[in-house]
């Protein structure tokens, strides 16, 4: 079991290190170990073998096993969120990547004592039914978090379509980065700090993280390649 762990974490950490090397990337790729689906004892396996960075998208199942797992586990929230929902995860998660409207980001700042860091999720090829902003509009909503003192918007997430051929993803993981620039560029002079910060691309599965790697992913989500298949 935990010998399978050490072998696929071993796979992932060499496709992300050779996408780097390819394209003469020198920043750190952070690999978010997506463990939905998968019970405390894989995640310990992880755990035990070094990863401290894991992702759930359903809010109850994280809560349930983040109190059996050890409290220096950074979680990062993925996963559809309802604003009912959202206060759970007021400092209790390291990272919010599925922000994609105001509400949520209010819900955070109300109920967080510490500052909660954000990335704002941006549809992609028109996948609506993954959620995300419109990418015309994630300026707006970037501005509207600027009201919420204890939200710090730290990048974007994309979530592409499923393709056979993850080159097809490439066209949207670049149009991510570069959206990305552009919202740093418009908060430099407005707000330096807000700029220095907004640097992380969530971006890259199981299927397509070379791609995602090659254009500019800081983090990976990866649950597949790491847990094999999930039961739902
Ligand atoms: C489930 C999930 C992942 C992981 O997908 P794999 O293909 O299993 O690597 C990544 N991101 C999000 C938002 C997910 O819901």
């Known amino acids: 079991m935990s010998d399978d762990a050490a072998m696929r974490l071993e796979a ?98 109300q109920r967080g ?19 995300g902003v419109d990418p015309s509009k994630a300026g707006e909503l970037l501005r509207q978090m600027e009201a919420f003192s204890k939200v710090q918007v730290v990048g974007l997430m994309g979530i592409p379509p499923y393709v056979e051929d993850p080159e097809e993803n490439r066209v949207h993981f670049a149009a991510l980065r570069r959206l990305c620039e552009e919202l740093r560029e418009d908060l430099t002079g407005r707000d330096d700090a807000g700029a220095e910060a907004f640097r992380q691309l969530s971006m890259g599965m199981t299927n397509d993280l070379e791609v995602a790697v090659e254009e500019g992913a800081t983090m990976v989500r990866v649950g597949t390649a790491l847990f094999g298949p999930r039961s739902y």
Do not use: M
Not at 67 to 91: C, M, T, V, Y
Not at 113 to 131: A, D, P, T
């Open 113 to 131: 004592e510490e500052i909660q860091r954000i990335l704002l999720q941006v549809s992609l090829g028109e996948e609506e039914s993954k959620g």
């Open 12 to 109: 992932v950490t060499r496709r992300i290190e050779e996408a780097r090397r390819r394209a003469g990337r020198e920043d750190p790729v952070r690999l978010v170990a997506v463990s939905k689906g998968h019970g405390v004892e894989a995640i310990r396996a992880l755990y035990d073998l070094g990863v401290r960075d894991f992702g759930e998208s359903y809010v109850q199942e994280w809560q349930e096993k983040a109190e059996e797992l050890p409290r220096d586990i950074e979680w990062h929230f993925i996963g559809r969120l309802q604003s009912n929902k959202a206060r759970f995860l007021a400092d209790q998660c390291a990272y919010v990547h599925s922000v994609d409207r105001r509400k949520l980001g209010k819900v955070l700042d």
